[in-house]
């Protein structure tokens, strides 16, 4: 890393995180600040149970990506893995497998699942995967409780976040989400802790709505990113009107919302006291919020480095 990680020497960085949009920050951040500082605090309303194992998509992504094993066409799934096991249940017993599972990620749910059965808690289980893979960030759900994301479409009626996003390929059209059990969720000691020990707390450039909002969901979440003595700062998933990746910009649409990074940064209202802004964008409409203006379209390793370093040279500058 060279000298790229000297704002890691006396910082801890808290991230607020889900999807493949926000692995790329991640893996930006990783090049600049040192893991051990690092802390994410992960989506798991995409979560669900599936074949008998426990699936937590975004944990995983964000676990195979900062391992540097992740598929690298994909953005998720482990790299050169296959799909004999799916193959054969398709072939074999009539099984339809819209949710894709590799042979090489179905290790880890085998694991995960076991490691669950016997007591262990969603946290002290992604901590032990985390670290089998050689990791010194730490990884944390959200909360340890199932919060699934559920979310009320025209076409489907509710569905389940995964028949949403994958089975149903994210086509209907959203009419209203929910997190459901999140007065049965709390925010665990570590993320609590997570949050008081940071220096800076970032909200990576993840779908607000699908994956942000299930984390400010839990009870006492938003409470204590509101009392953190650190700077609170958001990250656009907006650039020119349009989303890089995924449904942001389609669901912002069909919730009667203008599809920009103004919206973004309203919908982080009174969480929030910076907001990174892309270069693109027209300046935001917002005196009483922290902004810049910054080239967040992270297209190779180097251009993620990048944003990571800028975004918290920028906080530096101003939160000393």
């Known amino acids: ?49 599936h074949l008998g194992l426990k699936i937590c998509p975004d944990l995983d992504t964000l676990m195979y990506t900062l391992a540097g094993s992740v598929d690298p066409d994909l953005g998720w799934g482990m790299a050169a893995d296959s799909t004999t096991t799916l193959e054969s249940l398709e072939q074999n017993y009539g099984v339809e497998p819209w949710f894709r599972l590799g042979d090489k990620d179905l290790a880890t749910h085998l694991l995960r699942s076991q490691l669950l059965r016997q007591g262990q808690s969603l946290t002290a289980v992604t901590g032990c995967l985390a670290r089998r893979l050689g990791l010194s960030a730490r990884l944390l759900p959200m909360c340890d409780e199932a919060m699934p994301t559920i979310i009320s479409t025209a076409e489907q009626g509710e569905l389940g976040f995964q028949e949403y996003f994958v089975k149903h390929r994210w086509r209907p059209v959203v009419e209203s989400i929910r997190h459901q059990n999140c007065e049965k969720a709390a925010m665990s000691p570590a993320v609590s802790a997570a949050l008081e020990q940071a220096d800076i707390i970032l909200i990576a450039p993840s779908n607000p709505w699908l994956s942000v909002a299930p984390i400010l969901a839990v009870p006492g979440l938003r409470a204590a990113l509101k009392r953190a003595d650190a700077p609170v700062v ?40 910076g907001f990174v802004n892309d270069c693109r964008n027209e300046p935001l409409p917002a005196p009483n919020l922290r902004t810049v203006r910054l080239d967040t379209l992270m297209t190779d390793t180097i251009a993620k480095a990048a944003l990571a370093r800028n975004t918290l040279e920028w906080i530096a500058g101003w939160a000393a």
């Open 234 to 273: 958001a990250v656009t998933p907006i650039i020119a009107g349009a989303a890089v990746k995924g449904p942001t910009a389609k669901i912002m649409a069909e919730l009667g919302l203008t599809v920009s990074a103004a919206a973004v940064a309203e919908f982080y209202a009174g969480v929030i006291d």
């Open 1 to 49: 890393m060279g000298n790229e990680n000297n704002l890691a020497l006396n910082k801890n960085v808290a991230v607020l995180i889900g999807g493949v949009g926000g692995t790329k920050l991640a893996s930006g951040l990783i090049k600049v600040v040192a893991p051990a500082r690092l802390t994410f605090i992960i989506n798991t309303g995409d979560d669900f149970c």
